[in-house]
């Protein structure tokens, strides 16, 4: 967000790494909206000496930096709806449950589209496309829902395993592990046999101080697997 870009990437190829090892080396990304937007009049160099930018300068770097964190699977957004002390506290709140305080709990709301959306709208030519490949093993004795799943962006992969259990309808506490790819491929071997693989294509996508993901499914290899979901 800071750099050109050909300075960014010499750096990667100097320590032998990729864009994704270093976005995807962490468990979780939060961002804090800058104040110029949302509460613009909090916005001065009087409280914070370090500031450099005009407004407008921040609300540009403010959409840099997002946007190099777009595709990272648990991304959070925290805007200005707040005052401070309650921005503050709402991001405690966002990152003890990224590190299991007391419990990581999955909240999800999902909506089925009734057509395909026009990839040439402004906010979806944005979107970051990940391509997921996903299966899911035999329950575990304590009635855990077990999957691994492979997100990739090009030639690069990063494997993960994890495990849900059903709280209520919406909400399941979640526990995820980053895995090497050896024991993805061991793994797929434990494949629930009433299952299919799903591979799909998500697009990653903030927009309004939130953060969307749109799925599109590729393949659904078992029809009778296409008809429960």
Not at 162 to 167: H, L, Q, W
Request: hydrophobic share 35%.
């Amino acid at each position: 967000a800071y750099m050109p870009e050909g300075y960014f990437q010499a750096i990667l190829e100097d320590y032998g790494l990729t864009l994704y090892d270093v976005r995807d080396s962490y468990d979780g990304v939060v961002h804090l909206v800058t104040a110029a937007n949302g509460a613009r009049e909090f916005y001065t160099k009087e409280n914070n000496a370090a500031r450099q930018e005009t407004p407008e300068q921040a609300l540009l770097a403010d959409e840099r930096t997002l946007n190099v964190w777009n595709g990272h699977l648990h991304l959070r957004i925290i805007d200005n709806s707040t005052d401070f002390e309650n921005k503050m506290k709402r991001l405690l709140r966002t990152i003890s449950q990224m590190i299991g305080i007391p419990v990581p709990l999955e909240i999800e709301r999902k909506f089925l589209l009734t057509s395909a959306p026009d990839f040439g709208q402004a906010v979806l030519s944005r979107a970051r496309e990940i391509f997921i490949e996903q299966m899911y093993l035999a329950q575990t004795e304590n009635g855990e829902e077990s999957r691994i799943r492979k997100r990739s962006q090009g030639n690069y992969s990063v494997y993960y395993r994890t495990f849900k259990k059903k709280i209520s309808p919406r909400i399941r506490n979640e526990r995820e592990e980053v895995i090497r790819a050896v024991d993805y491929l061991w793994l797929k071997k434990l494949m629930d046999s009433k299952t299919a693989v799903i591979k799909k294509r998500r697009y990653c996508i903030p927009y309004k101080n939130q953060y969307y993901e749109l799925d599109v499914f590729d393949e659904l290899k078992s029809p009778s697997f296409a008809k429960d979901i």
